[in-house]
């Protein structure tokens, strides 16, 4: 079963990297999102100095690690998912010996391999030509990526739920905006969430949106104790059963609801 899965991942990865055109205009993308979030943040810290507990280099290395992580957060497959159930393919899929959640987790894996190439090139690009922070640790490195990896799951199932809506409406363009924005913002993406009003951070302790790129870029940093990272996983890892449930849920009712009406 898992090398269907990452036989189906690699094939998604050739269909992104036909075009070489794909990489260098998604990557040159994310480095001008960098520079303009940086020459932001430069002109802020000439008259504040330090914002949000952040140095200008660990803003920097923040805005330079949230665009290379972004991907991870906000491509996939629901879009996918949305089409072959607008044009009748989905009974296919229904019909693979693999199952339906694990062939799009597969194919997911393929977006996946593609974010991390034009993540690292992004990475890479920004690092010489702007100071950056290294990990406060070999070891905060590890449970940066880590904490990036358990939040595969609730991106995934998130996808899911927001690819499903195509059962019930013929365009999952609102619903596909909606789950970029939420995760956006709480995933302190904009800005870091300590910038953020109280009750907003308060809010975000018990979403799973801020473990996809505040929290692992503050465990890159060395802002975040290693008992916080025990809570923080055990959290992830509930969250992600949590969603596989409603993400379950969801399916069944909308595959039922098909098939009673004669799809």
Same mark, same amino acid.
């Given at each position: 079963?898992?090398?269907?899965?990452?036989?189906? %991942? &690699?094939?998604?990865f050739?269909?992104?990297?036909?075009?070489?055109?794909?990489?260098? +205009?998604?990557?040159?993308?994310r480095?001008?999102?960098?520079?303009?979030?940086?020459?932001?943040?430069? =002109?802020?810290?000439?008259q !504040?100095?330090?914002?949000?507990?952040?140095t200008?280099?660990?803003?920097? !290395?923040?805005?330079? +690690? =949230?665009?290379?992580?972004?991907?991870?957060? @906000?491509?996939?497959?629901?879009e996918?998912?949305?089409?072959?159930?607008?044009?009748?393919?989905?009974? &296919?899929? +229904?019909?693979?010996?693999i199952s339906y959640? &694990?062939?799009?987790?597969?194919v997911? +894996?393929g977006?996946?391999?593609?974010?991390?190439?034009v993540?690292? =090139?992004?990475?890479?690009?920004?690092?010489?030509?702007?100071?950056?922070?290294?990990?406060?640790?070999?070891?905060?490195?590890?449970l940066?990526?880590?904490v $990036?990896l358990?939040?595969?799951? !609730?991106?995934?199932?998130?996808?899911?739920?927001?690819g499903?809506? %195509?059962?019930?409406?013929?365009?999952?363009?609102?619903?596909? $905006?909606?789950?970029k924005?939420?995760?956006?913002?709480?995933?302190?993406?904009?800005?870091p969430i @300590?910038?953020?009003?109280?009750?907003?951070?308060?809010?975000s302790?018990?979403?799973?949106?801020?473990?996809?790129i505040?929290t692992?870029i503050?465990?890159?940093?060395?802002?975040?104790?290693?008992?916080?990272?025990i809570?923080?996983?055990?959290?992830?890892?509930?969250?992600?059963?949590?969603?596989y &449930?409603?993400a379950k849920?969801?399916?069944?009712? =909308?595959?039922?609801?098909?098939?009673?009406n004669?799809?």
């Amino acid at each position: 079963m898992l090398k269907t899965m990452i036989a189906l %991942g &690699k094939m998604q990865f050739k269909q992104y990297n036909i075009y070489k055109s794909n990489f260098w +205009l998604f990557t040159l993308n994310r480095i001008i999102e960098v520079a303009v979030y940086i020459f932001v943040w430069q =002109a802020i810290y000439q008259q !504040t100095g330090e914002t949000g507990g952040f140095t200008l280099p660990q803003m920097v !290395t923040y805005y330079i +690690l =949230a665009i290379a992580f972004i991907s991870f957060a @906000t491509w996939g497959i629901n879009e996918d998912i949305a089409y072959s159930i607008r044009t009748g393919q989905i009974h &296919k899929e +229904l019909l693979n010996p693999i199952s339906y959640f &694990k062939y799009y987790f597969g194919v997911n +894996l393929g977006e996946l391999a593609f974010a991390v190439v034009v993540g690292t =090139a992004t990475f890479v690009f920004c690092a010489i030509f702007w100071e950056f922070v290294l990990p406060n640790s070999f070891l905060n490195f590890i449970l940066c990526i880590l904490v $990036i990896l358990l939040g595969i799951p !609730t991106t995934f199932f998130l996808q899911m739920i927001t690819g499903t809506c %195509g059962f019930y409406t013929n365009s999952i363009w609102g619903m596909q $905006i909606l789950r970029k924005a939420i995760i956006t913002i709480f995933s302190g993406m904009i800005a870091p969430i @300590t910038l953020f009003p109280t009750w907003f951070q308060e809010l975000s302790k018990y979403l799973p949106f801020k473990e996809l790129i505040y929290t692992p870029i503050n465990i890159w940093l060395g802002q975040v104790s290693y008992s916080e990272i025990i809570f923080i996983i055990g959290k992830q890892i509930l969250w992600g059963i949590i969603l596989y &449930k409603i993400a379950k849920l969801f399916f069944n009712h =909308a595959v039922k609801n098909i098939t009673i009406n004669g799809g």
